[in-house]
């Protein structure tokens, strides 16, 4: 019968969030982009098994983010008084193949994946209709005639980190000069982020972007890039980074440029990551846009029971079958409110 492998214990998780996936840095770069393939929810019969176990293929464990997306789905899965399965593939695109298939073996009645690499789920996908299981595709990319797909609503969080800007600077008249850090090139994630921050300034003339430059997702890289822009743009107002690690980079730039938020420097970054959320704290970056990688989980398992029980999946974008979930710009401002609900999460 089923021998099924409990999931590593998760210490710490809550309201850990690094640059993982959110932030496209282990993201491939040459990630899929969502595609449907057919409406499978509708023509595949999916069956619950008795007892309802729900397995999660996840990226790597020993990334804190991933850490807290487990225990979303650990805890989602409680609530709703199913088994999950979580096995760790260790960012290894076969061992995720293999694992994946395996966790279907074990009679799961749904599968949720975070993929190493998106190119390889359509196998995976095949085998899991084949024995009546949905699949949720949980962040990084997609492939295949997946089920549903969550991520965090990365185009929402650019708009979030332009609106700041304007409520900070737009009553001053300007324009003011605005540097952009980008994550690596291919990365779907940070051409959403950025695509909508751009937009929204760029239609706003009190502001002008000079500058956009790749970070390659690192903190070394987001100290190049922002040195770069500081350099030719001397009068440089802001800096948004489209991950926290290219962020806290480019604080470390501009501290050697002698530049700060408290001479009213505005820099904002992407995931809420806690070397983020601690600048902030010390009044030495402005802002970051977090996302909400435990929800998410949460929010993983309860589309699997939606989908085998015939039940709206709640697409907000019904043609990739994506599901956005909300991200939060965090300040000095509700800083504390914000750790305090990451931390009621553990």
Same mark, same amino acid.
């Given at each position: 019968?089923?021998?099924?492998?409990?999931?590593?214990?998760?210490?710490?998780?809550?309201?850990?969030?690094?640059?993982?996936?959110?932030?496209?840095?282990?993201?491939?770069?040459?990630?899929?982009?969502?595609?449907?393939?057919?409406?499978?929810?509708?023509?595949?019969?999916?069956?619950?098994?008795?007892?309802?176990?729900?397995?999660?293929?996840?990226?790597?464990?020993?990334?804190?983010?991933?850490?807290?997306?487990?225990?979303?789905?650990?805890?989602?899965?409680?609530?709703?008084?199913?088994?999950?399965?979580?096995?760790?593939?260790?960012?290894?695109?076969?061992?995720?193949?293999?694992?994946?298939?395996?966790?279907?073996?074990?009679?799961?009645?749904?599968?949720?994946?975070?993929?190493?690499?998106?190119?390889?789920?359509?196998?995976?996908?095949?085998?899991?209709?084949?024995?009546?299981?949905?699949?949720?595709?949980?962040?990084?990319?997609?492939?295949?005639?997946? !089920?549903? &797909?969550? @991520?965090?609503?990365? $185009?929402?969080?650019?708009? =979030? +980190?332009?609106?700041?800007?304007?409520?900070?600077?737009?009553?001053?008249?300007?324009?003011?000069?605005?540097?952009?850090?980008?994550?690596?090139?291919?990365?779907?994630?940070?051409?959403?982020?950025?695509?909508?921050?751009?937009?929204?300034?760029?239609?706003?003339?009190?502001?002008?972007?000079?500058?956009?430059?790749?970070?390659?997702?690192?903190?070394?890289?987001?100290?190049?890039?922002?040195?770069?822009?500081?350099?030719?743009?001397?009068?440089?107002?802001?800096?948004?980074?489209?991950?926290?690690?290219?962020?806290?980079?480019?604080?470390?730039?501009?501290?050697?440029?002698?530049?700060?938020?408290?001479?009213?420097?505005?820099?904002?970054?992407?995931?809420?990551?806690?070397?983020?959320?601690?600048?902030?704290?010390?009044?030495?970056?402005?802002?970051?846009?977090?996302? !909400?990688? &435990?929800? @998410?989980?949460?929010? $993983?398992?309860?589309?699997? =029971? +939606?989908?085998?029980?015939?039940?709206?999946?709640?697409?907000?974008?019904?043609?990739?079958?994506?599901?956005?979930?909300?991200?939060?710009?965090?300040?000095?401002?509700?800083?504390?409110?914000?750790?305090?609900?990451?931390?009621?999460?553990?």
């Amino acid at each position: 019968m089923r021998n099924l492998t409990k999931a590593v214990a998760l210490s710490a998780v809550a309201g850990l969030m690094l640059t993982a996936c959110a932030s496209g840095a282990d993201e491939p770069a040459d990630t899929a982009e969502p595609t449907t393939g057919g409406d499978t929810a509708a023509t595949s019969e999916f069956e619950a098994k008795d007892p309802i176990v729900i397995g999660y293929s996840v990226y790597d464990l020993q990334n804190p983010y991933w850490q807290s997306y487990a225990a979303g789905v650990q805890a989602g899965a409680e609530a709703a008084g199913v088994e999950a399965v979580v096995v760790d593939q260790k960012s290894d695109q076969q061992q995720q193949v293999s694992g994946s298939l395996d966790l279907i073996n074990q009679d799961i009645s749904g599968l949720i994946v975070t993929p190493v690499q998106p190119t390889a789920l359509p196998s995976t996908i095949d085998a899991a209709h084949e024995a009546k299981i949905p699949v949720v595709i949980a962040d990084i990319g997609t492939a295949g005639d997946y !089920d549903a &797909y969550i @991520q965090s609503n990365n $185009a929402n969080g650019g708009a =979030l +980190a332009a609106e700041y800007v304007i409520e900070q600077l737009g009553d001053v008249p300007g324009p003011h000069k605005v540097g952009v850090i980008e994550l690596h090139a291919g990365s779907v994630v940070g051409e959403e982020r950025v695509a909508e921050f751009v937009s929204i300034l760029g239609a706003n003339d009190n502001f002008e972007i000079v500058s956009s430059l790749d970070g390659n997702d690192t903190v070394d890289g987001g100290f190049a890039a922002a040195q770069d822009m500081l350099s030719a743009n001397p009068d440089l107002e802001v800096i948004y980074a489209a991950n926290d690690d290219s962020a806290i980079g480019a604080q470390r730039a501009m501290e050697t440029a002698g530049k700060s938020v408290a001479d009213g420097f505005i820099l904002i970054g992407f995931d809420g990551a806690d070397g983020a959320l601690d600048l902030i704290e010390q009044g030495l970056m402005s802002a970051t846009v977090a996302q !909400d990688p &435990y929800g @998410q989980g949460v929010k $993983a398992v309860e589309t699997v =029971l +939606a989908l085998l029980n015939g039940e709206d999946a709640g697409y907000d974008d019904a043609g990739t079958k994506t599901i956005f979930f909300p991200v939060e710009i965090v300040t000095a401002d509700n800083l504390a409110d914000f750790r305090a609900s990451r931390a009621a999460q553990d």
